[in-house]
């Protein structure tokens, strides 16, 4: 081993960046976030179209067609059911992180104070939320939201959520936990102000998964891709095997 | 001056464990081989010289039926850290001055 790099190696400013890359390389890791993303992205397009196929089938009255798709649908939602509970759900994503992560290993960032001591505020935040999507929904299924409108309404409340949540976990995640509220506000305000970035007809369902599934995918492959960035420049300042050649 | 130097930390692997584990709550020894580049040997002894120190505590789990081994840096290591940083600086000092 070389001496002459002993510990400061003539760069201690270089060596005091560790944390902050370890941390930032840390907070990126999106990947078990995309996993849930492209997880419940699947289940909406199971249930979608098992509902599509199972509608056809009554219409043409084919009962055996039509009560296959609605045993199918009640395997999806049964399923559906298993994932929502973070126990059973969590589990499976988590083992499949750790085989998509195997090779670099596994670090935890430490929970902060405010969530181990004031659990309770996050309930409350996330039973406001829900109230706020059922109380949406429902003023759209009685006509009282505009189907068009049903995006910015949903940025009213989605957008400070996703904003207290980053405020909330804070150092677990990172800055660019934020570009998801931030897309999902633009995306509203460029609705509300008129530029046709509307779907309609059978396609205006995309009018909601874009900025819910899309943008979640997209700022968590941003994530996962400055994670990369944070790695690499991790195992330049950290990696040992330049001290000793 | 020098002579306050830990010399446990001192060393250039140790050091940079001690500064990864000071950013986090725990670190793997999966986590730790590929950041460092390491061999698997070299790690654990240098590991186990952290950990009888008492800078650095060992996590023993299971993930199913593998053991899993991480590491928290302990209060003791982060103190030590700080001193170790705050003495290097003084000796560079020193020499800015000279």
């Known amino acids: 081993m070389n001496n002459s790099n002993n510990g400061e190696d003539g760069q201690p400013k270089d060596l005091k960046q560790i944390p902050l890359w370890t941390r930032r390389y840390a907070q990126n890791r999106t990947i078990p976030f995309l996993v849930f993303l492209v997880i419940f992205l699947l289940f909406f397009i199971a249930l979608g179209g098992t509902s599509y196929l199972a509608g056809n089938a009554l219409q043409s009255r084919n009962m055996v067609a039509f009560w296959s798709w609605i045993f199918v649908l009640v395997c999806v939602s049964t399923a559906l059911i298993f994932f929502s509970v973070p126990g059973w759900g969590g589990n499976f994503i988590n083992r499949i992180t750790q085989r998509l992560y195997s090779s670099e290993g596994d670090i935890t960032l430490s929970t902060p104070v405010r969530i181990r001591k004031h659990s309770w505020i996050g309930w409350i935040a996330g039973s406001i939320f829900m109230s706020c999507i059922l109380t949406s929904v429902a003023l759209g299924i009685y006509g009282y939201i505009p189907i068009e409108y049903m995006q910015p309404i949903s940025a009213i409340y989605c957008v400070p959520f996703l904003v207290f949540l980053w405020f909330w976990q804070r150092p677990m995640v990172g800055f660019l936990s934020l570009l998801w509220p931030s897309l999902y506000a633009l995306h509203a305000i460029m609705v509300v102000v008129g530029v046709p970035i509307q779907f309609s007809g059978e396609w205006s369902f995309l009018n909601m998964l874009i900025p819910i599934v899309g943008y979640g995918i997209l700022s968590g492959l941003i994530g996962h891709l400055y994670s990369r960035f944070a790695l690499s420049k991790l195992k330049d300042l950290a990696s040992v095997k330049q001290v000793n050649e | ?98």
Do not use: C
């Not at chain 2, 590929?34 to 070299?42: D, V």
């Open chain 2, 1 to 98: 001056m020098m002579e306050n130097l830990d010399l446990i930390i001192h060393e250039p692997a140790r050091l940079r464990i001690m500064m990864i584990l000071s950013s986090v709550d725990k670190a793997d020894f999966n986590f730790l081989l590929s950041i460092l580049e390491m061999t698997k040997g070299n790690l654990s002894s240098h590991i186990a010289q952290l950990e009888k120190a008492g800078y650095v505590n060992v996590l023993k789990s299971f993930n199913g039926k593998i053991p899993h081994t991480s590491y928290h840096l302990a209060e003791n290591g982060r103190i030590a850290l700080l001193e170790y940083w705050d003495t290097l600086d003084k000796i560079r000092n020193l020499g800015l001055r000279i």
